[in-house]
Each structure stands twice: as structure tokens, then as C-alpha cells.
């Protein structure tokens, strides 16, 4: 079964950068589709970027704003989220989800199977 194991989360200055870190087990990302979301306090889930099996990536238009560059590591079986000039609104938990890989990744969360436990990323104002 797909474990998902986040990191990187922690407290970031405004306008600062952010790396987190999916780490999957039991299945390989030559085989995975993997996304990143994003949860505010009292607000949806919502998609941020997304990471096929062959290495094509989408981004949502909102929350990203071309500020999240998605990669992985095949040697290391982990994606990776780079997120540049975080602002005190992006405070939120941040998960990362794998499915089975079919075609492109998807950003609707409903269409993955397994999540991660979510980093908290607090952002001070």
C-alpha cells in the first residue's frame, strides 16, 4: 500500500521561500501520479501542483500564481514543492497525495487515493 510521508513544513517568514518533501513507500513514482494541496483554516482544499509518472507537471492557476515549482527524485522516490515569496494568506496544511498513474495528474483532490498527514506551514504576519 502507498505511504506518503511529508516534510519540510515549519514557521516562514513572509515573503520567504519554502521546500517540502513527499516521500512515497510501497510503490515507486515510475507509477505514481503525486499533487500537492493546500488547506487554510476554515477554507476548501485546494490543488497547488501535480506530478505525473513521467515527469509532467500541471499547476493550478490559483493558489500557485507561478510561484510553486513541483520535481522529483526518482533515485530517492520523493516529490518536492518549492514555493517562492510565501504571504502570512498561505498559512495552511499542506498535503501531498498519490494515486495509481493513468494519464495526466489531476488537481481535484477527490481523484486521489492516498494522502499524507500534512505539514503545517504557519506564516507570520
Known amino acids: 500500500q502507498l505511504r506518503l510521508v511529508e516534510s519540510g513544513g515549519g514557521l516562514v517568514r513572509p515573503g520567504g521561500s519554502l521546500r517540502l518533501s513527499c516521500a512515497a513507500s510501497?510503490?515507486?513514482?515510475?507509477?505514481?501520479?503525486i499533487g500537492w494541496f493546500r488547506q487554510a483554516p476554515g477554507k476548501e482544499r485546494a490543488g497547488g501542483s501535480c506530478?505525473?509518472?513521467?515527469?509532467?507537471?500541471?499547476d493550478s492557476v490559483d493558489p500557485g500564481n507561478g510561484r510553486f515549482t513541483i520535481s522529483s527524485d526518482n533515485a530517492k522516490n520523493t516529490v518536492y514543492l518549492l514555493i517562492d515569496r510565501l504571504s502570512p494568506a498561505e498559512k495552511a496544511v499542506y498535503y501531498c497525495?498519490?494515486?495509481?498513474?493513468?494519464?495526466?495528474?489531476?488537481?481535484?483532490?477527490?481523484?486521489?487515493?492516498?494522502w499524507g498527514q500534512g505539514p503545517q506551514v504557519p506564516v507570520p504576519t
Open positions: 510501497g510503490s515507486t513514482l515510475d507509477y505514481l501520479d
Open positions: 506530478i505525473d509518472s513521467i515527469g509532467s507537471t500541471m
Open positions: 497525495a498519490g494515486r495509481p498513474s493513468r494519464s495526466h495528474c489531476p488537481m481535484e483532490s477527490s481523484r486521489y487515493d492516498y
